[in-house]
């Protein structure tokens, strides 16, 4: 059975709502990309300048490719790894063709697939979700959710509290470059494995 937790999110997300929910390495604002209203919200929320691209969250089983990602087969070894692209943002270039509208703007995008099966399962309810770190601009993620609303600039629509969540955000990896480079280390430190190094 669904937790109740993760049906209040997808309701309130296909309302149109932004969220505030736990992922594998921190809080998340998530909103649904079919509304307009969610987007403008989570950088009012942050305090974020609007030049910055929001990260898209997939639910398991929904390859990149289905939001016009293209993914390179390094990016694809890393994928088949779960317990390691769980705690990875993945900037992905974006087929001009295939990408929906509301990535009509981009031309390459993060993706990352979360593990949490918190996340997962409102994911699964939702479809893909626009999503970025629960914390106001500049500063480090909240590992609290008081923490969280103490900081932001107002509250989202609607509130999962998990409790105490690690605040250790995701590794970003570039694989829009050649050869594909790491922009941030972050909960996952060691990619030698796959010729990209550690923190």
Not at 149 to 174: E, F
Request: proline share 10%.
């Amino acid at each position: 059975m669904t937790d109740p937790n993760a049906n209040a999110m997808a309701a309130a997300l296909q309302r149109g709502g932004v969220g505030l929910m736990p992922t594998d390495t921190v809080y998340g604002l998530v909103c649904h990309p079919d509304h307009a209203t969610g987007k403008p919200r989570i950088f009012e929320l942050k305090q974020r300048p609007t030049a910055l691209n929001l990260q898209v969250l997939l639910p398991e089983g929904l390859p990149p490719a289905a939001i016009g990602a293209v993914v390179i087969p390094a990016a694809e070894a890393l994928l088949r790894r779960r317990e390691l692209a769980a705690g990875i943002t993945f900037i992905l270039a974006l087929d001009p063709v295939a990408k929906p509208g509301w990535l009509a703007d981009r031309e390459e995008v993060g993706v990352r697939v979360p593990g949490d099966p918190r996340a997962q399962a409102v994911l699964a309810q939702t479809g893909p979700l626009f999503a970025t770190s629960a914390n106001a601009h500049g500063k480090p993620p909240g590992a609290t959710v008081a923490a969280i609303l103490a900081d932001l600039a107002g509250a989202p629509d609607a509130i999962w509290d998990a409790g105490r969540l690690g605040g250790t955000a995701s590794t970003v990896v570039n694989f829009n470059t050649s050869p594909p480079t790491v922009l941030r280390w972050g909960v996952i430190c060691d990619l030698t494995e796959f010729g990209l190094g550690h923190g």
